[in-house]
């Protein structure tokens, strides 16, 4: 069964940090391009973050440049995004998603995760 399981998120104060982990089951991360996703109340899913099979490049939200990180362990077929200097702006659920074309900023990601929520506030 294709399965992918986000964790890590939690409540954090401005200027924190977290890092998401994405965790495939029933098929191999390698060749996928992973894409970070967020959903806040009350507006569109935003992409966040991509990372691509095909080169290893990756691909930021100007929103998050800098202070975001994608990254991949194929040993635990799991891609983590690490948030440091989070804002309130950052507040969503935060979703992994695969798109089987290989790069980024990806077109076609059909499997996705539960989601995990991310709040940041004082």
């Known amino acids: 069964q294709v399965q992918l399981v986000e964790s890590g998120g939690g409540l954090v104060q401005p200027g924190g940090s977290l890092r998401l982990s994405c965790a495939a089951s029933g098929f191999t991360l390698d060749y996928y391009a992973i894409g970070w996703f967020r959903q806040a109340p009350g507006k569109e899913r935003e992409g966040v973050s991509c990372?691509?099979?095909?080169?290893?490049?990756?691909y930021y939200a100007d929103s998050v440049k800098g202070r975001f990180t994608i990254s991949r362990d194929n040993a635990k077929n799991t891609v983590y995004l690490q948030m440091n200097s989070l804002k309130p702006g950052d507040t969503a659920i935060y979703y992994c998603?695969?798109?089987?074309?290989?790069?980024?900023?990806?077109?076609?990601?059909?499997?996705w995760g539960q989601g995990t929520q991310v709040t940041v506030s004082s």
């Open positions: 998603a695969t798109d089987p074309g290989g790069s980024c900023p990806g077109t076609d990601f059909g499997s």
């Open positions: 990372l691509s099979a095909s080169d290893g490049s990756t």
